[in-house]
């Protein structure tokens, strides 16, 4: 029963308010106090140390320091600018300026919350101004902002990556292939609407896209060149085996200063800034690494493990009724708790049952990393909402915004149905790039 108590008070303190960090420490030490007495401190010693000296990690400042960076420099404005003259006279084409925006800068940072409110600042005043439904505009930020969780290099995947003791690379190269079809099925979502209701999303009129050619293409190579040279030598040098994980990191962050510096943006405000941001948002995770750290240790050992085993053989339907249930798991899971405490609190538990049931690792995780990301837009947590909502105009209620997600959550469905019925979506590349 100590298992299924620790997650019950574990709910119980994060509904009480208390930060999730500190919910998993207080609940490690009370139940691992009851049953190692004082002992417990040698219990949690090794687990905290062995977390404490994962080098993977020293990869997450990095890459959130590569999102602050491109979040106060000028890179982000230019970039839109230029999808925007391209795809503007198509049907919804501020949408489509939006979600490509999104996947670009969410493969240059890696980092959700950066993604979504650098664009929605420029995308919203853009739609409205355009006579956009706010609905779809709250949607299309909202999912665009969320693909920072399946698109590489994804601050996520080097957390999971660290706890199921996967390659980076691996892992980084499985999700291209289903981060390619998120995107290909929100334009698809986008452009159906528009065509079907082309008052929600009219298009640009002429004369606001009315720019020679020679101009239109310098102002395309300035904005989308160095973003794209910057997660060329990010993804670049881990898939071909130059750099580790960490190293990649530190050159996409040493890449967004030349960049910013080339372009006279890098200024004494700016960086200091960016440095208190990836500070912050550090200390967050790595407070949550530890809390979830000692969670899962404790829980653990007191048969959390055969807990899940027992109730997945009382289910039944073999591998598949597996992953069923743990897939079940982490979505309602996303309903009340964050990424970070996802993956600290379940990967532990689920890895070695995944590989004892003979799954492919790799592949059980980009099902788990599309599952997340639908928590971003399912409520009450929906953290990408709350982003929004935080830079939204008064008249963009949470009605417009839960409405809006709905079709980006049920494409988000669709991509981990043709995950489950192809898994060669999520192994071929890590097997062409990387090697199994």
């Not at 995308?123 to 902002?145: E, F, H, Q, S, V």
Request: with cysteine; hydrophobic share 60%.
């Amino acid at each position: 029963m100590i298992p299924l108590l620790m997650f019950a008070a574990l709910f119980a303190l994060v509904f009480a308010g208390i930060p999730v960090a500190f919910s998993m420490m207080i609940v490690a030490v009370a139940f691992g106090y009851a049953v190692f007495g004082d002992m417990l401190f040698l219990q949690l010693y090794g687990p905290l140390l062995h977390t404490a000296s994962n080098f993977v990690l020293a990869a997450i400042p990095l890459f959130i320091f590569m999102g602050a960076v491109l979040e106060r420099s000028g890179i982000a404005k230019r970039l839109f600018y230029a999808l925007q003259i391209w795809l503007g006279g198509l049907p919804g084409g501020l949408a489509l300026s939006t979600i490509a925006m999104c996947a670009i800068f969410a493969a240059a940072s890696g980092v959700v919350g950066a993604v979504e409110i650098v664009v929605g600042l420029m995308a919203i005043p853009a739609m409205r101004a355009a006579g956009y439904k706010n609905d779809l505009i709250a949607g299309t930020i909202c999912a665009g902002g969320s693909l920072g969780t399946i698109i590489p290099p994804s601050v996520i995947v080097v957390v999971y990556a660290s706890i199921a003791q996967l390659s980076i690379g691996q892992l980084f190269a499985a999700s291209i292939l289903p981060g390619v079809l998120m995107v290909v099925f929100f334009v698809g979502y986008v452009l159906l609407r528009s065509l079907r209701r082309p008052e929600d999303a009219p298009v640009l009129p002429p004369e606001g896209r009315a720019i020679p050619m020679g101009r239109k293409l310098k102002i395309t190579v300035t904005a989308l060149v160095p973003p794209l040279l910057l997660i060329a030598m990010v993804l670049g040098s881990l898939l071909a085996g130059a750099a580790s994980a960490t190293e990649a990191a530190a050159v996409g962050a040493a890449g967004t200063l030349v960049l910013t510096l080339m372009f006279r943006e890098l200024t004494f405000t700016m960086l200091r800034e960016a440095l208190g941001v990836t500070l912050r948002i550090t200390a967050m995770i790595m407070l949550i690494v530890a809390g979830g750290t000692m969670f899962t240790s404790i829980f653990a050992v007191t048969g959390g493990g055969g807990l899940v085993r027992d109730t997945v053989e009382v289910i039944g339907y073999g591998n598949a009724g597996l992953i069923t249930f743990l897939l079940l798991v982490v979505f309602f899971a996303g309903f009340v708790l964050d990424w970070v405490s996802i993956v600290l609190i379940f990967v532990p538990i689920f890895a070695p049952l995944v590989r004892s049931a003979g799954i492919d690792p790799v592949w059980f995780a980009m099902l788990v990393l599309v599952v997340i990301q639908t928590s971003y837009l399912t409520p009450p947590m929906a953290p990408s909402i709350f982003y929004l909502r935080s830079i939204a105009p008064k008249d963009m209620t949470y009605g417009h915004m839960y409405r809006g997600v709905l079709p980006f959550v049920a494409a988000q469905g669709l991509v981990l149905v043709a995950l489950l019925l192809v898994p060669e979506l999520a192994t071929w590349l890590p097997s062409l790039l990387v090697g199994l």
